[in-house]
Structures are given as C-alpha cells and as structure tokens.
C-alpha cells in the first residue's frame, strides 16, 4: 500500500503564506499525478491544483495567481505553497496521488488523512 502524509497546516492571518508538504512512501514504481483537494464546512470537496508526471498543472480558478504546486521527484513528495490567504481558504487539504506500485499493473489512488488551513480575518 502506499501511505501519504500531509503537513504544514495551521492558522494564518489573512494575507499570509503557508507551505503543505505531502510525503508518499511504499513501494511506489511511479507517480502518474499527484494534487490537492480540499474541503470547506457544509461544501463539496473541490479540486485545488495537481501536478502530472509531465509537469502539467492545473488550478482551480479561485486560486490561480495565489497558489503554486510543485515536485520533488527524488523524495516523492509534493508541495503546495499558498500566497495571499484569505478567509475564503479555510479548509481542510487533502493530499491525492495516482500510483503504479512495484509488482502491480494498474494504477491506484490514495488520499491523505487531510491537514487543516484557517484563515483569519
């Protein structure tokens, strides 16, 4: 199985920057993408960013310009750091990841257990 841990939540006033970090481990082959989700009270879990194996990425439009995901291929780890922080960020963050695991032939999703983002006003 492949295990991912988030970090790097905490609260933060408006205006400010946090980093999240997401390690995976496991007997992982490859990594096709891996992302952010996140999940506000009473809304939908909604699509943050992800990062392809080509380096392709992809915004939600909320925070285009604000956020920036990126890699560390040789630590199997990926970041999302995030600028400009408003109240309207509040969620918890759920790292996601799409994996080829050694000695298996078909890809497999994981989630993270989530990290919590506050932003104050």
């Known amino acids: 199985q492949v295990q991912l841990v988030e970090s790097g939540g905490g609260l933060v006033q408006a205006g400010g920057s946090l980093r999240l970090s997401c390690a995976a481990s496991?007997?992982?082959?490859?990594?096709?993408?891996m992302g952010w989700y996140r999940q506000a009270p009473g809304k939908q879990r909604e699509l943050v960013a992800v990062?392809?194996?080509?380096?392709?990425?992809t915004y939600a439009d909320s925070v285009k310009g604000r956020f920036t995901i990126s890699r560390d291929n040789a630590k199997n780890t990926v970041y999302l750091q995030m600028n400009s922080l408003k109240p309207e960020d509040t969620a918890v963050y759920y790292c996601h990841g799409n994996f080829l695991r050694v000695g298996v032939y078909r890809a497999e999703s994981y989630w993270g257990q989530g990290t919590q983002v506050t932003v104050s006003t």
């Open positions: 496991g007997s992982i082959n490859s990594i096709n993408f």
């Open positions: 990062i392809s194996r080509d380096t392709i990425t």
